[in-house]
């Protein structure tokens, strides 16, 4: 019995662990050999490379910087509507987590309309006071932390509002009946057991940060960090030297995570759900207009943004040069999205490749999830971080892996040549988008009480009947929410996509890459605005499908 | 074992004490004009059902509540207004409410460290503390290898180390297993007399409150229907629904005759010995005595004793059978009885014993 449904999970998880050692351990492994082609040839180089050590300086500069400034904003608005009520909380409440909805290349063109040298917000300060030159430059490590919080405190607000809901009252409680002040309850009881959460999302916006390269490549303004130049090598064609940066860029992001994992080492609790307190009212007049008035303004700049992108979708390509805002608006561009054959392409493109990218995700990671949840094998541990890996690479990494071995033909050593050809995009993304439905699936099936399988199984249903009827119900919820996610990612992926692209398979991001740095920003708005109501439309389609079966 | 650093006998506080507290959350009043008095070293239970206002009442003694109308004072001071934090209290949680990222030693020291006394000088008395619980030595453990019980001792530890002015105890058994709770009664007991200050302590199990408290009120729908000694409630219960509650009573319909009262059931009349609740008026109108399974003797067959009834349930409650006797007319008594022979659906006859019967009006 024992022995055989041993043999059966091999049956399984053979060809799931083999497609995801080719796909993820086999590119990075080669990543790593290739740095070391020429012995420590391209590692002397990059260690002699002023470049690359101001690249390495700078990405971490950056991204710690981003772990600083997501906290800054993050924490205090998860305390401010977690724990008060003031008019205005359930609008502020409400598009918090709007920044989380704009594609990585929509956000930052969208700040470029705004903050940048010709921005609405940056004109406007000009004209206002007079000035004869922009107030500032959205330029540099400033700007890119800058946009980096905007998009990635979110996180922080997400994990320390959960932390926050989670809360066991009765603990500060017990701290106020024992003598304690509002600021020693804070500082030895409700920040301590926050931790765990905010070191969670500092992680998260850590490791973001480290690979963001839509900011860096859009503001950097000759500002050198890793990812970047590993795409300035691979372009000079000095790949040696790409595989060493990329072997410290993603040797950088597992350090990330083994400092993080060891600081977080001794917890051992885990808060009890019992329900947080009630949000109490804010009694002073005076506080009670000051919060007021700063949630408005917190909601006015995080939804400027969505708003100036959708403007700008209807302003006349090349007609806004040194008004504040563009001076002429027209259909033209939405109307030539759907009606020229080259600029329809990158939509269509995008689409399919998500959902081939998705669907993949679907088959590949319920299998793995299930083989973790269900199975005890030999294997189930090597599954486990095969699954999280991409996670901890930075996309840039995953990309230039796939580009440095998928590029031939040759069978004996598994390579297959997708360089060039349209499978090389999916195959980025699936890998990409693996943790996360992996993990949306593994929670929902944790949730399931192991013995149903066996239960199944006893009443006579075959492996089949079983996983139809009992384990891929359970599995639903998870494959809905990861898939969206997954989704939601592919349709506007920027990073892996701009190491990989061709012309023919180009997706969305890039044609609005090049419509920007041809000046149509117009065009490029349009383009955005479409990748914002796609996301709008699969989120609603995967919400009104579960509602349906539910 | 060390000198106990808790304050001494008779210390500096007064006695705690509740003034016509009310407290409403929406139309609901889960306090209705409360009061009652617990002295230093007194140890007084708030009995009652869930929803009763009892757990309310203990927060709004503690100060995480502020009442509607009414005051709380200590020693004549009123507190009504002060935070938790000023008053000075001990209070132990039903969950405990242990912090989960301390120590056992560091939870302990923690009220001693909010009021800024120095490192040794606090982890001293932590362990003292720790000692007079019986938990020596336990000061490193992490709290999630404490058992329930040993939970429950770090929680007093914690509250008794500040040398409170009064001790709150929310549901402080409720936690533990049947053979613990037995224990842990009698070490409750003697803890919360040593340290000499008004302890108020909430429970909804009346044998935890008889077995530890000095008086007891029970109450019922945010009101105290009657606060007095064990004894007092017991014995002389001040209405109906507190004979129902404490011990388990069934009020049966009696004639008030002054030291005595008539009770008529089968047309079969008996005039019984009666006490009364000190407040309850010289006659009752509307009168019930109590009668209680161990109150009430029961015979086989239908000629021995003067009442006649069918038994409709038996059970056995350790030691002796407890029968459910119908009488008719809508009376049903349980008898405590060591017979044996007696069956579902047997003829009996039930008389009561010679002794007093609570008499409350309905």
Redesign the interface.
């Known amino acids: 019995m024992k022995s055989s449904s041993r043999r059966n999970s091999w049956i399984i998880a053979g060809p799931v662990i083999a497609l995801l050692v080719w796909a993820v351990i086999y590119p990075n492994a080669a990543v790593v050999a290739g740095s070391f082609e020429n012995g420590l040839g391209h590692w002397r180089e990059f260690w002699a490379s002023p470049a690359d050590h101001e690249a390495l300086i700078t990405s971490l500069v950056i991204s710690v910087a981003s772990v600083f400034a997501s906290l800054a904003i993050g924490v205090p608005l998860a305390f401010l509507l977690g724990r008060f009520e003031f008019p205005g909380r359930r609008l502020l409440r409400a598009v918090a987590t709007l920044p989380a909805a704009l594609p990585p290349l929509v956000g930052v063109i969208a700040f470029l309309f705004l903050y940048g040298e010709s921005g609405l917000v940056t004109r406007a300060i000009q004209r206002a006071f007079g000035m004869s030159e922009a107030p500032w430059q959205l330029r540099g490590v400033g700007a890119i932390v800058f946009v980096h919080a905007y998009t990635m405190y979110v996180y922080v607000f997400l994990f320390v509002s959960a932390g926050l809901e989670r809360f066991d009252s009765s603990l500060d409680e017990a701290a106020s009946g024992l003598g304690a002040n509002t600021w020693q309850r804070l500082r030895r009881v409700t920040i301590p057991l926050l931790m765990p959460a905010v070191a969670g999302s500092a992680l998260l916006v850590f490791m973001n940060a480290l690979g963001s390269f839509s900011a860096p490549y859009v503001f950097g303004g000759g500002l050198r960090v890793l990812s970047t130049q590993i795409l300035n090598s691979k372009t000079n064609g000095a790949m040696g030297l790409a595989y060493v940066e990329t072997t410290v860029l993603a040797l950088s992001a597992v350090a990330g995570l083994a400092l993080f994992r060891w600081l977080d080492r001794k917890r051992k609790y885990t808060l009890a759900s019992k329900g947080g307190r009630a949000r109490r009212a804010i009694r002073s007049r005076k506080v009670q207009v000051l919060t007021t008035v700063g949630a408005a303004i917190i909601v006015i700049a995080l939804v400027l943004p969505h708003l100036m992108v959708i403007l700008v979708s209807f302003a006349r390509d090349g007609s806004w040069t040194t008004q504040v805002l563009p001076p002429e608006y027209t259909f033209e561009n939405y109307r030539r999205l759907f009606s020229e054959a080259e600029l329809w392409r990158p939509i269509t493109n995008s689409v399919s490749m998500a959902l081939i990218a998705t669907g993949a995700n679907l088959v590949v990671c319920f299998l793995a999830a299930y083989l973790i949840v269900f199975r005890k094998f030999g294997g189930r541990r090597f599954l486990e971080l095969l699954v999280a890996l991409p996670w901890a690479i930075p996309a840039t990494a995953i990309a230039l892996g796939l580009a440095a071995t998928f590029n031939r033909n040759d069978p004996l050593t598994g390579r297959v040549l997708l360089v060039g050809t349209f499978w090389i995009l999916p195959l980025a993304y699936f890998i990409r988008d693996t943790p996360l439905v992996s993990s949306a699936v593994e929670s929902s099936l944790r949730q399931m009480d192991a013995s149903l399988e066996d239960a199944a199984r006893g009443l006579g249903a075959s492996w089949l009947m079983t996983m139809r009827r009992v384990i891929i119900p359970a599995a639903r919820p998870g494959l809905v929410a990861g898939g969206l996610l997954a989704a939601v990612a592919a349709v506007g992926e920027f990073v892996a996509s701009v190491v990989l692209y061709t012309h023919a398979n180009r997706p969305i991001s890039m044609e609005i890459l090049a419509q920007l740095r041809a000046l149509a920003f117009g065009t490029a708005a349009a383009y955005s605005v479409l990748l914002i109501l796609l996301v709008l439309l699969m989120t609603l389609a995967a919400r009104s499908f579960e509602e349906r079966l539910a | 074992m060390t000198a106990a650093p808790q304050a001494r006998p008779g210390g500096e506080s007064g006695a705690l004490a509740l003034e016509g507290i009310t407290r409403r959350f929406g139309d609901f009043t889960a306090v209705d004009n409360v009061s009652f008095q617990v002295g230093p070293g007194e140890l007084l239970a708030l009995v009652g059902a869930s929803g009763s206002g009892k757990t309310t009442t203990l927060r709004i003694a ?3 509540e502020t009442p509607d109308s009414g005051r709380v004072t200590l020693g004549g001071a009123d507190l009504t207004r002060v ?9 132990v ?3 405990y ?5 301390m120590s056992v030693e560091n939870n302990v020291a ?2 001693l ?3 800024g006394v120095n490192k040794v000088d606090r982890l001293i008395k932590a362990r003292a503390a720790l000692a007079n619980v019986g938990l020596e030595g336990a000061g490193d453990r ?3 290898s404490l058992s329930g019980g040993e939970q429950q001792r770090v929680a007093l530890a ?2 008794l180390v ?1 040398e409170p002015k009064a001790l709150l105890l929310d549901e402080p058994l409720s936690n533990l297993d049947p053979n613990l709770r037995e224990t842990m009664r009698d070490d409750l007991r003697r803890m919360l007399r040593r340290v000499g200050v008004p302890a108020l302590f909430v429970t909804h199990d009346q044998e935890d409150a008889f077995a530890i408290a000095d008086r007891i009120a029970l109450l019922k729908r945010g009101r105290v229907l009657q606060c007095g000694t064990p004894e007092e409630l017991y014995h002389s219960p001040a209405s109906r629904e507190v004979a129902g509650f404490i011990g388990r009573g069934v009020v049966v319909p009696a004639i008030d005759k002054g030291a005595t009262a008539e009770v008529t059931i089968g047309g079969v009349k008996r005039e019984l010995p009666v006490t009364r609740a000190k407040d309850a008026p010289p006659k009752i109108e509307n009168a019930f005595v109590v009668m209680r399974p161990n109150s009430i003797e029961m015979s086989k067959g239908a000629g021995v004793f003067p009442w006649r009834g069918k038994v409709v349930n038996r059970r056995f409650a350790g030691g002796v059978e407890v029968y459910r006797v119908e009488l008719g007319e809508g009376i049903t008594v349980d008898v405590e009885s060591q017979t044996a022979d007696v069956h579902e659906g047997d003829n009996v006859s039930v008389a009561p014993l010679k002794r007093a019967f609570p008499l409350v009006a309905g």
Not at chain 2, 83 to 91: A, D, Q, T, V
Not at chain 2, 97 to 101: R, Y
Request: zero cysteines; hydrophobic letters at 40%.
């Open positions: 503690a100060g995480y935070p938790p934090e000023r008053r000075g209290f001990g209070m949680f039903q969950h409410a242990l912090f989960p990222h923690f009220g460290e909010a009021r992490p709290i999630q914690r509250a500040i």
